[in-house]
């Protein structure tokens, strides 16, 4: 089971950028589709983007399109997601999740980190 640590959240002032990190354990990470949701407070847990095992493929949910890119770098196990532009309503807690698959990546995947807090201020 892949084991994952995100980082590089906090507070930003509407307009400015943030990167998040997520660190893998295993060596396998390469197999792994990873993605990145968030969870607003009082909101369900949202999708944001994807990625394929090998970079080749990316997904991403309408309202962050052309802001956020999501990235991967195989031989440091770490997955990223570049935020720009970002919005108040950009405001949660966002999380890596890992899984064999890209398709289940984007709804139910099979691991999860613990989460990292983005607060944009107005």
């Known amino acids: 089971q892949v084991q994952l640590v995100e980082s590089g959240g906090g507070l930003v002032q509407a307009g400015g950028s943030l990167r998040l990190s997520c660190a893998a354990s295993?060596?396998?990470?390469?197999?792994?589709?990873m993605g990145w949701f968030r969870q607003a407070p009082g909101k369900e847990r949202e999708f944001v983007a994807a990625i394929s095992w090998s970079g080749s493929s990316t997904y991403y949910r309408n309202s962050v399109k052309g802001r956020f890119a999501i990235s991967r770098d195989n031989a440091k196990n770490t997955v990223y997601l570049q935020m720009n532009s970002l919005k108040p309503e950009d405001t949660a807690v966002y999380y890596c999740a890992a899984d064999g698959s890209v398709a289940v990546v984007t709804t139910k995947p099979g691991a999860w980190g613990q989460g990292t807090q983005v607060t944009v201020s107005p």
């Open positions: 295993g060596r396998t990470f390469s197999s792994y589709a």
